[in-house]
């Protein structure tokens, strides 16, 4: 579930209603033992890999903190923390949210979205993946008249470095409540701000197109859509078009080509849609059907939040459930992952992934 805390439990409080649950699902599954709070993932099949890098972040009260990213392999289902270098001192705090995995010029790199609530600062990181190792090389946030990009200075591994700051002027803040972020084909960051402002929950709770998708290319190049949204949640790239879930719109949208100056396109209804990956000529959206038994299941682990993904035509917007569980397999699923007729599904709270074996 891609959104800072606070304000998801704002949105679900405002949920008066909820979706109808489609039939369950009931396949072959395991579980792989993860830190907890694997909200979010992404397939590293690069350079000859065949693993998952796993965003995981502790997210229930009073529980002893954990924020790492986890490598799970394809093989054998091995899981580890993987260790991060060269990460700046001071006013840093690690805690991640969406990841996207992209890969360039031989090179592996991963972007994270970053919550640093104690310096009141929402921020992409970024790494270079090298085997099991993440090495920090910047980070981007902003305020409301400037862009800042901290780097670390050189780049070559094993020397000496310091960091820089480049500024640039923004017209406005387009960076502000960070959920879920991508690389768009012309290798900008683009990034889902689903409130105008950290904690708006009002904005939630009474479903305001208040959010938007900011895009960072370069200081000539930073802006956000045009028209708000409400509660945009995740957010992927297919045939070109930018695809966005929400949460609150209950809809899924495409920007034809990327165009951020239009209205968007409705391709299909979807109640409480939160990631979205890629799957052949599909795109795969979870979704949580039941507002109330997610609050429940975030207080009480013992109470179980359905699971749903659904598998959407990108072109056509047909909808049909991939999974469904009342929550006793999963709860609270917020990615899915499919490679072959394995499924992966991640979820907001509890330590484990599932791998589900489809027909």
Not at 114 to 137: C, D, G, I, M
Not at 146 to 159: A, D, I, L, W
Not at 263 to 277: Q, R
């Amino acid at each position: 579930m891609k959104k800072t805390l606070p304000a998801f439990i704002g949105l679900l409080l405002g949920l008066a209603g909820c979706a109808s649950m489609p039939q369950f699902t009931h396949y072959p599954a395991q579980q792989i033992a993860v830190g907890p709070g694997p909200e979010d993932m992404v397939a590293d099949t690069f350079a000859g890999r065949r693993r998952l890098l796993v965003s995981c972040d502790e997210r229930r009260d009073a529980r002893s903190p954990h924020a790492e990213i986890w490598s799970v392999s394809l093989g054998d289902g091995k899981a580890e923390v993987l260790s991060r270098k060269n990460e700046p001192a001071g006013e840093f705090s690690f805690h991640p949210h969406g990841i996207d995995l992209f890969f360039e010029n031989g090179k592996t790199f991963l972007v994270v979205v970053n919550h640093n609530v104690a310096a009141n600062r929402q921020s992409l990181l970024w790494y270079e993946v090298v085997k099991n190792e993440l090495r920090w090389l910047q980070e981007l946030y902003a305020d409301e008249t400037q862009v800042y990009r901290r780097y670390r200075y050189p780049f070559r591994e094993g020397t000496e470095y310091s960091l820089r700051v480049d500024t640039c002027k923004a017209a406005e803040n387009v960076f502000t409540t960070a959920n879920d972020v991508c690389v768009s084909p012309d290798a900008a960051l683009l990034w889902t701000n689903d409130l105008s402002a950290y904690g708006r929950m009002s904005e939630a709770v009474f479903g305001a197109k208040s959010g938007w998708v900011g895009r960072y290319g370069g200081c000539e190049d930073y802006r956000r859509t045009r028209y708000k949204i409400a509660y945009p949640n995740g957010l992927a790239w297919y045939a070109g078009d930018l695809f966005v879930s929400t949460t609150r719109q209950n809809v899924l949208l495409r920007y034809a080509k990327g165009d951020m100056s239009v209205k968007p396109e409705k391709i299909t209804p979807l109640y409480g849609g939160d990631n979205i990956t890629v799957s052949g000529n599909e795109l795969l959206v979870t979704a949580h059907l039941k507002p109330l038994r997610f609050l429940k299941h975030r207080k009480d682990p013992a109470v179980k939040s359905p699971s749903v993904v659904y598998a959407v035509n990108p072109a056509s917007g047909a909808r049909r459930t991939l999974f469904a569980d009342d929550g006793n397999a999963i709860s609270a699923a917020s990615t899915a992952i499919r490679i072959g007729n394995d499924l992966y599904i991640c979820q907001v709270f509890d330590a484990f992934i599932l791998k589900v074996q489809l027909p």
